[in-house]
Nanobody, 125 residues
Framework: QVQLVESGGGLVQAGGSLRVSCSASGRTSSTFTIGWFRQAPGKEREFVAAVSWSGLSTYYANSVKGRFTISIARDSAKNTVYLQMNSLKPGDTAVYYC????????????????WGQGTQVTVSS
């Protein structure tokens, strides 16, 4: 099993920045990919960004490319994935979910099998 715990959501004005984090623990391995999906009220959950366990490969949704940056920090104690969000827009308002999978499926925008509980990001105009 893999446990994912998000943190760092909040309220920010349009044009501002926010960073959300996801702490991953459990039976992870070098084949894992990990990333973020989001779901706005009344909309389907959509892919945002993903990174390989090594950090060498990333993939972004077109809607966030150039504004969001995903990264991973790994040490012996924990593994943390960060999503740095800049130039935020009201349309970025959503619950952001951390997602992980033992395969590379997130690197083509497909959801994995492990989910966090989500963190709310609200961008005011």
């Amino acid at each position: 099993q893999v446990q994912l715990v998000e943190s760092g959501g909040g309220l920010v004005q349009a044009g501002g920045s926010l960073r959300v984090s996801c702490s991953a623990s459990g039976r992870t391995s070098s084949t894992f990919t990990i990333g973020w999906f989001r779901q706005a009220p009344g909309k389907e959950r959509e892919f945002v960004a993903a990174v390989s366990w090594s950090g060498l490969s990333t993939y972004y949704a077109n809607s966030v490319k150039g504004r969001f940056t995903i990264s991973i920090a790994r040490d012996s104690a924990k593994n943390t994935v960060y999503l740095q969000m800049n130039s935020l827009k009201p349309g970025d308002t959503a619950v952001y979910y951390c997602n992980a999978d033992p395969t590379s499926r997130l690197l083509i925008g497909n959801p994995g099998i492990y989910w966090g509980q989500g963190t709310q990001v609200t961008v005011s105009s």
